[in-house]
């Protein structure tokens, strides 16, 4: 469950593998380079740590990782929370949450919560996803349209007023390199499959802009000359008072960590027909996490995209991944400094589609048709990821998809009342073969007997007027008891064992007597008022 995929590969590896996953890894680290500076500066950061966190991060996850085909590096999902945690608490607050995420990561897969991660409910996914999409191609306005304004305002609606209030100061020369960008992204894919179309889009629009002189603004007009090397690593600050003011936005990139790379993880199983190992991707995305920051990077994860791109150019092995970061450390240290002259225009369009992308748009339209519960969840997730707060927004998304859960199986749950107490009949119930006398009364419990559904069993008894003699409850099709519908049960057999009855319970499933057995309410009921059948718990209650 903890061997890395890398050592379980290696032991059939050859040349020919070699060869697939090298050319494979070149490919990505080309795809990935446009991404991973685009990434950095739409999160608030410099454009080198988006390089170095696709370096880094990008090594260990396919060295320790528990995917075959697994290319780590920065991702949309974090550009939300990176940007309000710069923005707040600088650079330290960002590397103190990166550092802490890794170590929530990596608790997550020692505790073995790989398969946890699924019951994360389709609505509150799609719903995060598509929000940090808007807010994604929110940020990259400013840059498309080439707007001479100061600081965008971190605000989303604040952010689109800030734009209406700036329309007369846009350069029409950036729109028209954004657009340029936008026409190679899309179309070049008919001309070529094996150059990527971003990186196509950069080299060509970079040329275009520099060479014409076009007065754009670039990474260097910005942010300066990139600098060509790793730095040297280095710790934060850390403070307990800092450390609890992060700890949501800790566990928020834990989890879209976690979610992002498992997904990605699915999706190229069933790609390749491989199957990976949930827990130690967890643990290598939190090593990850946790090295990152120490070099300057930003969080990270298992990125679908550029996952899909190496399975498709022929990587198969984690050796691709690994020949990917090699690629972009090489491009650092060969083209760092040229990197600066890329308009961020070009970078714009590139996180346009990349925004798109992220939008699922068809998957959202389809979701508005099922049912009212989900579409509750999925809106509430979308609207506080776009307005509020991505961490507020999981957490209420999370929060309300579980209520609403359990408000859908109180409702399956039901209490059928089998013997007279609901007839008109005159005389002995009958019922299978037997003749039920008068102060028998017979219960049929149906579904989850949990504290959602605890309160119909409660009315149900509430509207018997005195208790009978013998009270029998039927548990055949119970799958399972909590706490609270072990009370209600405990408190049932004591109003009738204060009316001097007794109180039989039959046909009970493993999980209810395994729970009533430890919480020792079956030594209190006694073996005698367990019955296997419901015709025996009948005889004993007629004897």
Known sequence: MFVPKLFTT?????RKAFIADATAGVIVGVVALPLAIAFAIASGVSPEKGIITAIIAGFIIS?????RVQIGGPTGAFVVVIYGVVQKFGIDGLMITTMLAGVVLVLMGIAKFGAVIKFIPAPVITGFTSGIAVIIFSSEVKDFLGLKMGTVPAEFFAKWTAFGESISLINPWAIAVAMLSLAIIIYWPRVSQKIPSPFVALIVMTTIVHMCNLPVETIGTRFGVISGAIPAPQFPHFSLALVRTLMPSVFTVAILGAVES???????????????????ELVAQGIANIASPLFGGIPATGAIARTTTNIKSGGRTPIAGIVHAVTLLLILLAFGAWASLVPLAVLAAILVVVAYNMSEWRTFRSLLRTTKSDIIVLLATFVLTVVVDLTVAIEVGMVLAAFLFMHRMATVTNVN???REIEDTEGPFEWG????PDDVQIYEINGPFFFGAAETFTQTMSSVGKFPRVLIVRMRNVPAIDATGMKVLADIQKRVLHAKGRFIIS?????????????????????????????????????
């Open 433 to 436: 073969g037997l003749s039920i």
């Open 262 to 280: 498992l997904l990605s993880a699915v999706v190229s199983d069933g790609m390749i027909g491989g199957k990976h190992r949930s827990n130690m």
């Open 417 to 419: 009342v089998i013997t």
């Open 10 to 14: 290696l032991r059939h590896y050859d």
């Open 507 to 543: 046909e009970i499933h493993s999980q209810p007597y395994l729970a009533l057995e430890k919480a020792g309410f079956l030594k209190q009921l006694g073996e005698t008022n367990l019955a296997p059948t419901i015709e025996k718990a009948i005889e004993s209650a007629i004897e």
């Open 63 to 67: 060295a320790l990782g528990g995917s």
